[in-house]
């Protein structure tokens, strides 16, 4: 398993960033029977998205021979910011 899908494995496991998560797409692990969901903040979501796309920019680099049957976490992250980006604007206004 390549870094990428570790990482976004890890915290769709133990750290999902909204209680529906994992239903985006089935390659998208559950998160563990004790963990509770909660939204993760607009700031969170933007540090893992960076985080995400240094390590897939790397590995792409690198030429990594990635599972080609992986969600696209950073997809996933980036409609999540954009939603919380309105939600914070509709509240500002």
Known sequence: MCTYCYC?????K?????????????????PMPQVVPNIWPLDKAKEYLEILKQIKSLEDQLTCACEP???DYIALLGQLVKKLEAQNAGKQA
């Open 14 to 30: 133990w750290d999902p960033p909204y209680p529906e998560w994992h239903k985006q797409s089935p390659l998208i692990p559950a």
């Open 8 to 12: 976004g494995d890890q915290f769709s």
């Open 69 to 71: 049957n992986k969600a």
